[in-house]
């Protein structure tokens, strides 16, 4: 249902719609809140969604030209743009921020691990090469271990991840929220999770160069109407429990308790938060070379 509110609504522009891969995660609950506010069509705006299951389906949808934009991450924006700039970060999507994490780091019940000194050595279920094993390096070498006492193992689908964990099979993983979240409920142990590490936990709204070449004005306006819906969520978040059902933003079982979270004024990473990523990527072999932090953000 389309909210509308003051003025009528200004007519859409007749302008090809611009296209969001967007997986079903709480980053992207601003975008569809714009949608069903009508936040888009008063800014004269077509947005179409491209749902996608992984990340990994994401860049495909991306590089492929399928869509133009998308919410992802700085090590995605890095490996795009390893050989030339291919995507543009325009702003923050999501920031960890006390009492609303991204990502923890949990370990099964029949573990016996109860804090991160014991992770030393512990195979611990990740994504590889993606931005969860980024999340899970820094922030034990944060809470005091040692690079050579991190031990990971590559469980890259997300259900297998936790029906490991929750099995015993896997003694810990990181996992994203609201995931970290179910699987506490069903026993698992919080270890550490990436509050108080806004620098390193995080996620981008970016759009494909030549979009934001040809169609500067387009997403200035999609834009202004996420942050319209960023103000929405921030004062008024129940009044938008809603989409986390309709858009299947966390588990069933969580919809009517799971804390909405506060999203972030328009921003954009540091040169710091950035290089950080990329220097990362290139110590563990993925990109060859630095990455060019002006040439990857952009004010449209």
């Not at 389906?57 to 924006?77: I, T």
């Not at 994504?127 to 390096?137: A, E, F, L, W």
């Amino acid at each position: 249902m389309v909210l509308i509110t003051g003025c009528a609504a200004q007519p859409v522009a007749d302008t090809a719609p611009l296209k969001l891969a967007l997986l079903p995660i709480l980053d992207v609950m601003p975008i569809y809140v714009a949608q069903e506010a009508g936040f888009f069509e008063k800014q004269g705006l077509k947005v179409e969604f491209v749902p996608v299951g992984s990340a990994a389906e994401r860049e495909q949808v991306v590089a492929a030209g399928q869509a133009d934009g998308m919410v992802n991450d700085l090590l995605s924006v890095a490996l795009y743009n390893r050989k030339d700039t291919q995507v543009q970060m325009v702003q923050f999507a999501r920031i960890t921020a006390a009492g609303a994490p991204l990502y923890c780091i949990v370990a099964s019940k029949q573990s016996g691990i109860k804090t991160v000194k014991d992770l030393a050595g512990v195979a611990i279920g990740i994504s590889q090469g993606t931005i969860i094993d980024y999340v899970t390096n820094q922030v034990l070498i944060s809470q005091g271990l040692q690079p050579d006492q991190i031990q990971t193992l590559a469980v890259p689908k997300l259900p297998d991840r936790l029906a490991l964990l929750i099995s015993g099979q896997l003694k810990a993983a990181t996992l994203p929220e609201p995931f970290s979240t179910e699987a506490v409920q069903q026993g698992a142990v919080l270890i550490v999770d990436d509050t108080g590490y806004p620098d390193i936990a995080n996620s981008v709204i970016s759009f494909r160069k030549k979009v934001l070449d040809e169609q500067p004005q387009a997403v200035q306006k999609f834009l202004a109407a996420i942050n319209q819906a960023v103000n929405e969520i921030n004062n008024h978040p129940e009044t938008w429990r809603k989409i986390l059902d309709t858009y299947k933003l966390v588990p069933a079982n969580l919809v009517q308790t799971y804390p909405i979270p506060k999203f972030p004024a328009a921003s954009l990473p540091t040169q710091q938060q950035f290089d950080a990523v990329v220097q990362w990527a290139i110590a563990k072999g993925m990109i060859d070379q630095k990455v060019d932090y002006a040439s990857s953000v952009k004010t449209p």
